[in-house]
C-alpha cells in the first residue's frame, strides 16, 4: 500500500511540473495568452512569471519523474495482476 502511495505522490509532483512547464513555455512565447482583455488578475501575472522562471527546470525534472513514476506504477500494477 504504502509503495502505491510514493508513486501516486511522484505522479502528481511530475503532473504539477509539467503543468508549470507548459504554462511557463506559453507565457514565454505568448506574453498576452492568458489575459484578459479588460482584466487585470495580479495573481495570474504573478503565476505566469513564476511559471516563466521555472519552466526549463521543471521541464526537464517533471516530464522524466512523470514518465518513470508511470512505466514504474504499469509494471507494478502488472506484476499484481499476474500473481
Same mark, same amino acid.
Given at each position: 500500500?504504502?509503495? #502505491?502511495?510514493?508513486? @501516486? %505522490?511522484?505522479?502528481? !509532483?511530475?503532473?504539477?511540473? !509539467?503543468? %508549470?512547464?507548459?504554462?511557463?513555455?506559453? =507565457?514565454?512565447? &505568448? $506574453?498576452?495568452?492568458? #489575459? @484578459?482583455?479588460?482584466?487585470?488578475?495580479?495573481?495570474?501575472?504573478? *503565476?505566469?512569471?513564476? =511559471?516563466? &522562471?521555472?519552466?526549463? $527546470? @521543471?521541464?526537464? %525534472?517533471? %516530464? $522524466?519523474? *512523470?514518465?518513470?513514476?508511470?512505466?514504474?506504477?504499469?509494471?507494478?500494477?502488472?506484476?499484481?495482476?499476474?500473481?
Amino acid at each position: 500500500m504504502k509503495a #502505491r502511495k510514493s508513486g @501516486a %505522490i511522484a505522479i502528481f !509532483i511530475g503532473v504539477v511540473l !509539467i503543468v %508549470i512547464f507548459v504554462v511557463g513555455l506559453v =507565457c514565454l512565447r &505568448n $506574453p498576452s495568452a492568458f #489575459r @484578459a482583455k479588460y482584466l487585470y488578475d495580479y495573481a495570474l501575472e504573478q *503565476f505566469c512569471a513564476f =511559471c516563466v &522562471n521555472w519552466w526549463l $527546470p @521543471a521541464g526537464v %525534472i517533471g %516530464i $522524466p519523474l *512523470f514518465l518513470v513514476s508511470l512505466i514504474l506504477s504499469l509494471v507494478r500494477e502488472s506484476k499484481e495482476k499476474e500473481q
